[in-house]
């Protein structure tokens, strides 16, 4: 999973991507301090596995990962070329989701771009540029398709149909995703990789002395966008999660607790990121290693062992599977499977989110 960290210049988005990934990205107080889009993998924390690694005795635990993609600060006219917007628009493609920053908080110290607080104004700002990217793709698209139609084949009117769709709301202003589309039209919109048809995460920006506070009218405001638009909202203070970020390990929750946060910033942005596209985990467990690896929800036994090695999917025969709770509480594979706890699944077997597997194949 790849998630594209963006907002306007000084909204805190580079603080916050330090804070989670503890790249080091650099932070000023003036535009475009970001440049080249600085890149950070993340282990996403999974506690099951260091149970599983202590029961094993392993010798490797390898949790699953994702990457970071801090994205320079866009500014008005970006899909015009400002700001040197067209370069930095292109790495926003490449993501699977966009985590939006959004300024919630009032700091004389740091210079907003427009002059004053305006979390609306901000976020508006940012989807129009994106829009106004994605109609000059869909209008090229668009043409294409027209032409195409001509040769009689169905595949390109109903191509033509959803861009004449996906032009009139980029017309209006609106993103893609604001689109109520029918599954054989989600499918073919995938193929062509449009920016505001990737689902976002608004997270608003708070500052320290707002933690807690349930009276921020900026909250509010980007809360009540968020589910107008049927996105995720999420509050956090990027200045905060910078200093979880650089206590040891074992002293974070402490100061989490404190601050009266369950999580920190990074486990919630992780699992929201996880719930918009649909991911779950599924486990190996040995004493050379255990393994987390993440699929799409709805994965059979072949695909989730190809996940593996292709290899594994070419020559599956069955996957013997057990819960991570059973096994857990068996304490070992092959008490659980005495106790008729292990499962021997064939091709049709979706996994499901904490499966512990072991894959037989012929090859």
């Known amino acids: 999973m790849k998630l594209g960290v963006v907002g306007l210049p000084n909204v805190g988005k580079s603080t916050l991507f330090n804070a989670i990934t503890e790249a080091g990205a650099e932070c000023a107080n ?38 970071f993609v801090d994205i320079a600060g866009l500014v008005k006219g970006a899909s015009a070329g400002e700001g040197l917007g067209n370069k930095f628009l292109s790495h926003i493609r490449e993501v699977d989701a966009i985590v939006h920053v959004v300024r919630c908080f009032a700091d004389e110290n740091i210079t907003h771009v427009d002059g004053n607080i305006d979390p609306i104004r901000d976020i508006e700002t940012i989807n129009l540029e994106l829009a106004l990217s994605d109609l000059e793709s869909a209008k090229k698209r668009l043409e294409k398709a027209e032409k195409l139609v001509k040769t009689g084949e169905k595949s390109y009117a109903d191509e033509a149909e959803l861009l004449r769709k996906v032009v009139t709301t980029l017309e209006e202003g609106k993103s893609i995703r604001t689109l109520k589309l029918n599954d054989d039209e989600k499918a073919m919109l995938g193929g062509f990789f449009f920016i505001t048809s990737k689902p976002v ?13 349930e009276d921020n009218e900026f909250v509010e405001k980007v809360r009540a966008f968020a589910k107008a638009e049927n996105s995720q909202f999420m509050e956090i203070c990027a200045k905060v999660e910078e200093e979880i970020a650089a206590l040891d390990p074992e002293e974070r929750p402490i100061f989490i607790e404190e601050l009266g946060l369950k999580e920190s910033g990074l486990n919630r942005i992780i699992k929201t990121g996880y719930d918009l596209l649909g991911l779950i985990s599924y486990l190996t467990a040995g004493e050379k290693e255990v393994r987390a690896w993440t699929i799409e929800k709805g994965t059979k036994a072949p695909q989730a062992a190809g996940k593996i090695h292709s290899e594994f999917e070419k020559g599956f025969i069955r996957a013997e599977i057990v819960t991570y709770d059973d096994l857990v509480s ?29 894959f037989r194949f012929n090859v």
Do not use: H, W
């Open 30 to 67: 003036y535009p475009f301090c970001t440049i080249e889009p600085n890149v950070g993998v993340v282990a996403v924390p999974d506690e099951r596995l260091q149970v599983l690694g202590k029961m094993y005795e392993t010798k490797k635990i390898t949790p699953a990962v994702l990457e």
């Open 201 to 213: 995460i608004y997270c608003a920006n708070i500052g320290e002395s707002d933690i807690g506070k």
């Open 330 to 358: 068996c304490g070992s594979f092959n008490k659980a499977k005495e106790q008729g706890k292990v499962r021997s699944e064939g091709k049709e077997y979706v996994f499901k989110d904490g499966d512990v597997a072991l």
